[in-house]
């Protein structure tokens, strides 16, 4: 590099001093040791506001977020790490120690990501080399599929059962029959978009029916919210050695899915593993908010209780309305529209409502999700006059 394109502080303090001068400032009133510091103004910005309100004003069911947010004690563990901003090897509140100690498993069991979506492509770099597949079902959370594709891997994705259900037998047969092949099993419990979780038997039969050495991850990201008896978080068989990587979000009961952060509870040779395709992009915010939200057992039990309150008192409407409601164990259900979803969602969005995308090849059920009191009384109140009411006069003529 030649010696005018060299750039030091020293020059640039010099230049800055030149400039201040020539704008009649005496550089020594920014400049001298002591002076206080003011803090920049936020302009306004009408337009941003204008976008702001718009955001807001909508009834946001369509992303199965938890509307009510971090719980004050959250709040304020993230307003204390603030003062941690400006730092790199700053404290980050014991995160990954309270991860650990609220699965009873180890540190070494433990990594951290920006979201449980950051886990599951991590997962795919670390064991879909070498032309690998992933063998999972369809419909489920697609990215874990995208991600496959984007790095010339592949997805082999097998039907749901009439009834909605993952046909863990069809799993374990295609994986068998493909074992060289399979870098690693997915399996999202319960499962996105349908809401219904695999039994713990279920999965017991999946991990002894394939070869023990093909790592299954299992996506727990709405374990929270589960009532089945017959459904049970898949950790302990971590604890037993078993090849199992279960991946968790604090998207969705602890209402931080903005501030990304997630993690994966997987034997310590696998995190070891996955650790060099890891970013360690979180920040200090969250990581004081996460330790604190694991500890707020009231405010998660809150959020739970009126999730559940208001996703079946929702669902029992629509099945008084006629219509099928796919029976769930989530923050969100699915109901079978009987027309394309994406017509149902523009009729919604004119209301000033979002719901979800469509989740080919169910492109008639609809996913809807939890959100506030006032959130599902307009998505009633809607749903009604755009598929009830109007249906009603219809046939009357």
Not at 13 to 19: E, F, I, Q, R, T
Not at 242 to 254: E, N
Not at 298 to 317: A, D, F, G, P
Not at 326 to 331: E, H, K, L, Q, T
């Amino acid at each position: 590099m030649g010696e005018d394109r060299k750039f030091t502080r020293r020059h640039f303090v010099g230049g800055a001093a030149a400039a201040l001068g020539a704008l009649g400032i005496s550089p020594g009133s920014v400049l001298a040791e002591g002076a206080p510091r003011r803090r920049p103004t936020v302009p306004r910005l009408p337009a941003l506001e204008q976008e702001r309100d718009d955001y807001d004003a909508l009834a946001k069911i369509n992303f199965n977020e938890n509307p009510y947010g971090p719980s004050e004690k959250v709040m304020e563990a993230m307003q204390f790490a603030f003062k941690y901003s400006m730092r790199y090897g700053y404290p980050d509140g014991g995160i990954t120690q309270a991860i650990a100690d609220h699965h009873g498993v180890a540190r070494e069991n433990v990594l951290l990501g920006a979201g449980s979506g950051e886990i599951l492509e991590v997962v795919g770099l670390t064991y879909l080399d070498a032309d690998k597949m992933v063998v999972g079902v369809e419909p489920s959370y697609g990215s874990v599929y995208s991600h496959a594709s984007g790095i010339d891997a592949e997805a082999l994705l097998l039907p749901l059962e009439p009834d909605h259900t993952q046909n863990i037998g069809r799993m374990i047969d295609a994986t068998r029959r493909n074992a060289r092949d399979v870098g690693f099993v997915y399996l999202c419990n319960p499962n996105n978009p349908t809401g219904l979780p695999v039994s713990a038997s279920d999965v017991r039969d999946l991990l002894d029916g394939i070869p023990e050495d093909i790592p299954v991850l299992i996506d727990e990201a709405y374990h929270h919210f589960v009532e089945d008896a017959g459904y049970a978080t898949s950790i302990p068989h971590v604890l037993e050695g078993r090849r199992v990587i279960v991946a968790r979000t604090f998207s969705k009961i602890y209402g931080m899915a903005a501030m990304r952060l997630g993690y994966a509870i997987a034997p310590a040779d696998m995190v070891r593993r996955m650790q060099a395709y890891s970013t360690g992009s979180t920040n200090a915010l969250v990581k004081w908010g996460g330790a604190a939200a694991l500890a707020d057992t009231e405010s998660e039990q809150w959020v739970r209780e009126t999730t559940l309150r208001l996703r079946k008192r929702t669902t029992r409407q629509l099945e008084d309305f006629g219509y099928e409601v796919i029976p769930s164990d989530c923050n969100f259900f699915m109901v079978d529209m009987r027309r394309p979803v994406q017509e149902v969602s523009r009729a919604f969005r004119e209301r000033d409502i979002l719901v979800g995308r469509p989740f080919p090849p169910m492109l008639e059920h609809l996913r809807v999700s939890v959100g506030t009191e006032e959130e599902m009384d307009r998505f009633l109140e809607a749903f009604e006059d755009l598929f009830v009411t109007r249906t009603s006069s219809r046939s009357g003529r």
